[in-house]
């Protein structure tokens, strides 16, 4: 491809999409331009051809382009694409970013309400004075629900148990209710969520990443709960997301690899907790949460405990690579390589090796769906 130091033509943009994979028409080009779109920039005029305009695209605009591409695999939804772009580094108005966020929520707020108000219908209850009734009855059902889109049951817990911290996490996260809580029920969520191994398992000699009360996720409902998300976004100003906009990056991108590559050394995918968090990459829908729960966690001075986890989870991409980079050695060369090795670290590298090699160190958006 040849490049103009003035810009991309869209000849050139079509076939970089094509080289990458993916078939891109004229007509789909003008939609991704479009004002109602808005998921790639639009060109400008250049010197003239002879008689004929020639019109540019920003340089840059072609990996813009496979990189949307490629997150289509996993979603079309426009306000979730933005953001993802923007995430990537692409130019995207950071006005754009607020406004897709905020329908995001918004459309999340009302179909939990919508929801709310056809089980209390369904159960004859009145969706005012019934509504904990009517909670309790949708907890139940998600609580017992099992299959591809029910919550995951990675530590044992009754079902009575199960329906009850199903409950206390929708109220206080989803409805943003205030409650009297104890340590107890925290503890209870904390093993329906799957995270309490994380109080318990070292890794590499580090301490347990679980510390302190349970009940601390509790308190954060009042920053990261769906209304209170819904109400940062509205005041949130370009420089607070533009802050948060790498830390979100590096928490989407990187920590669920980290959570992967743990599973995979230790051979248990919830060794430290953490097998929820390993699949967060597979739904790019979680970033529409992950912004103003970050800029909410910003807000209430975590900013430092945000960097300290941005700062450890740098070395991993680069590590992932290399261990990517190890497929393509003669399988008698990784064995001289691993020899000498402590037994440990040779287990080790050969889980990490089956884990890229099953592709569950490759990264969004390329990681499959």
Not at 30 to 36: A, I, L, V
Not at 199 to 214: C, E, K, T, Y
Not at 300 to 306: D, P
Request: glycine residues 6%; negative net charge; aromatic residues 6%.
């Amino acid at each position: 491809m040849s490049v103009d130091p003035a810009g991309i033509e869209s000849e050139d943009l079509l076939q970089a999409a094509a080289a990458a994979g993916y078939p891109v028409s004229e007509r789909m080009l003008e939609e991704f331009r479009s004002r109602t779109q808005g998921l790639l920039s639009r060109p400008h005029r250049g010197a003239n051809r002879g008689r004929r305009p020639v019109w540019l695209y920003p340089l840059g605009a072609e990996r813009q382009l496979v990189s949307l591409m490629r997150w289509r695999e996993h979603t079309k939804d426009l306000n979730v694409l933005r953001v993802l772009l923007w995430l990537d580094g692409f130019p995207i108005a950071t006005s754009a970013v607020r406004e897709s966020v905020s329908a995001s929520l918004s459309t999340l707020t009302q179909t939990l309400e919508r929801g709310l108000e056809a089980e209390a219908s369904r159960r004859g209850l009145d969706p005012a004075s019934e509504r904990e009734a009517a909670l309790n009855s949708i907890a139940s059902a998600l609580a017992a629900r099992r299959g591809p889109n029910a919550l995951p049951r990675l530590v044992r817990v009754t079902a009575s148990e199960r329906t009850s911290a199903v409950e206390l996490l929708l109220r206080l996260f989803a409805f943003g209710e205030t409650l009297d809580t104890t340590e107890e029920e925290a503890a209870t969520v904390e093993k329906v969520l799957g995270v309490s191994p994380g109080r318990r398992q070292r890794v590499n000699g580090a301490g347990p990443w679980l510390v302190g009360p349970a009940q601390d996720l509790f308190d954060a409902a009042q920053f990261i709960s769906v209304p209170r998300m819904a109400e940062t976004l509205v005041d949130a100003t370009d420089v607070e997301l533009e802050s948060a906009r790498q830390l979100v990056a590096m928490l989407f991108r990187f920590l669920p690899l980290v959570a992967r590559m743990i599973g995979a050394v230790f051979d248990n995918d919830n060794y430290a907790g953490l097998e929820g968090v390993g699949l967060l990459d597979e739904h790019p829908e979680f970033v529409m949460l992950l912004v103003p729960m970050v800029v909410g966690m910003i807000r209430a001075g975590w900013q430092e405990n945000l960097d300290t986890i941005a700062t450890a989870l740098e070395p991993f991409p680069a590590l992932a690579a290399e261990i990517r980079r190890v497929l393509d050695l003669p399988a008698n060369e990784v064995g001289r390589n691993l020899e000498g090795q402590p037994a440990a670290v040779q287990r080790h590298a050969r889980l990490l090796i089956d884990a890229a090699v099953d592709g569950k160190l490759d990264q969004a958006p390329h990681r499959k769906p």
